[in-house]
T-cell receptor, first 112, second 115 residues
Framework: EDQVTQSPEALRLQEGESSSLNCSYT??????LFWYRQDPGKGPEFLFT???AGEEKEKERLKATLTKKESFLHITAPKPEDSATYLC?????????????FGGGTRLMVKP | DAGVIQSPRHEVTEMGQEVTLRCKPI?????LFWYRQTMMRGLELLIY????????DSGMPEDRFSAKMPNASFSTLKIQPSEPRDSAVYFC?????????????FGPGTRLTVT
């Protein structure tokens, strides 16, 4: 069974204080790993897809990396508007279709 | 380009009543997903459709839940009869089946409260 575990559950940062969010996964052959951002009262917003170990993707202050067992979402010099819940999900190669398995999320709070 | 559209955004109903949630996927997307999100269980897949055909409904909690997709631009999730434990945020997501991208795009959700 595919499993995704995110840590920490919550993270408080001061504005400008860089940090990383972790997503550990167990899947029988990874097709893709996805990062989403979710603001309160809204649906998850797609950020990145990573397909293979060693791959990296960046968007503004966010950078996602992938190894064979985990992914990191690095946040450089965060701003208060980066406060949100960040969700990680995986899709297995053997999945008959397009199903994603989501982690529990990391709630990020950036204080000015 | 319009994203996934869901209605209603909020629904409050009494136990035993029928509830119907609606979703319009992004134009051109041929896969549609219904999820439920709660604090306790996070985001759970209920059912998904490919080209309007239900492919996997193993996440549907009980026979009280049913979903339809009569055409490529509309889907419904129905709960009959509703119970307080069905209270959650229900999301619809869609994607275009492609060999190069697998990401799903989510709607704003329907917050359901069953009293």
């Amino acid at each position: 069974e595919d499993q995704v575990t995110q840590s920490p559950e919550a993270l408080r940062l001061q504005e400008g204080e860089s940090s990383s969010l972790n997503c550990s996964y167990t899947v029988s052959g990874l097709r893709g790993l996805f990062w989403y951002r979710q603001d309160p009262g809204k649906g998850p917003e797609f950020l990145f897809t990573l397909y293979s170990a060693g791959e990296e993707k960046e968007k503004e202050r966010l950078k996602a990396t992938l190894t064979k067992k985990e992914s990191f979402l690095h946040i450089t010099a965060p701003k208060p508007e980066d406060s949100a819940t960040y969700l990680c999900a995986v899709q297995a190669r053997e999945t008959a279709g397009n199903m994603l398995t989501f982690g529990g999320g990391t709630r990020l709070m950036v204080k000015p | 380009d319009a994203g996934v559209i869901q209605s209603p955004r909020h629904e409050v109903t009494e136990m035993g009543q029928e509830v119907t949630l609606r979703c319009k996927p992004i134009s051109g997307h041929n896969s549609l997903f219904w999820y439920r999100q709660t604090m306790m269980r996070g985001l759970e897949l209920l059912i998904y459709f490919n080209n309007n055909v239900p492919i996997d409904d193993s996440g549907m909690p009980e026979d009280r839940f049913s979903a339809k997709m009569p055409n490529a631009s509309f889907s419904t999730l129905k709960i009959q009869p509703s119970e307080p434990r069905d209270s959650a945020v229900y999301f619809c997501a869609s994607r275009r089946t492609s060999a190069w991208s697998y990401e799903q795009y989510f709607g704003p959700g329907t917050r359901l409260t069953v009293t």
